[in-house]
């Protein structure tokens, strides 16, 4: 894991506001914090050079770019070598479509998110999945309806 940095509770709001709207100006994160913009300024970029903040995005609506379908994919395999894991992780990398992956503990040895518009474009992507990869169970479970979403990390373990 990385190096942990010590957070004071100005760093927590801070975080929190940034993780909520990145877009917030300066002059209002430094009045929602007490500070004055040149030391709330400094702070945000401490927690960037520490890695904390680790980049600023744009979130879209997948339903208005035809993604709304969410596929998690649980995936077993027999077989374990480095030279596998290196050749799956490839072919999951290069598939856009597949938006979060996790090597697991228990049961389930590879855990993924698809975002697709449909069944049959979720297809394609199984095929792409499956294709030169010896994988011994893949189990897909279609999202029916979210029901909670965020980008944002609780900041109460932060110390």
């Known amino acids: 894991m990385g190096e942990h940095i010590s957070l004071d509770a100005i760093d927590r709001k801070l975080l929190e ?3 909520a709207d990145a877009t917030t100006p300066l002059a209002q994160l430094a009045e929602a914090v007490g500070l004055s913009n040149t030391p709330c300024w400094r702070r945000l ?3 960037k050079e520490a890695g904390v903040i680790t980049r600023q995005v744009t979130l879209l609506d997948p339903e ?3 993604v709304g379908v969410t596929v998690i994919v649980s995936i077993r395999t027999a077989v374990h070598t480095e030279e596998w894991f290196e050749r799956f992780r ?3 990398e290069a598939i856009p479509e597949v938006v979060e992956f996790y090597r697991m503990s228990g049961d389930v040895d590879y855990l993924l998110r698809v975002v697709v518009p ?3 474009a979720y297809d394609a992507v199984y095929k792409r999945l499956i294709a030169g990869t010896h994988l011994h169970d893949v189990s897909s479970s279609f999202a029916m309806e979210q029901l909670k979403y965020t980008t944002c990390l609780p900041l109460k373990y932060a110390n």
Request: charged share 25%; net charge positive.
């Open 17 to 19: 506001l940034v993780q």
């Open 64 to 66: 208005k770019i035809n």
């Open 45 to 47: 970029q401490r927690l």
């Open 118 to 120: 449909d069944i049959k």
């Open 90 to 92: 490839a072919t999951c």
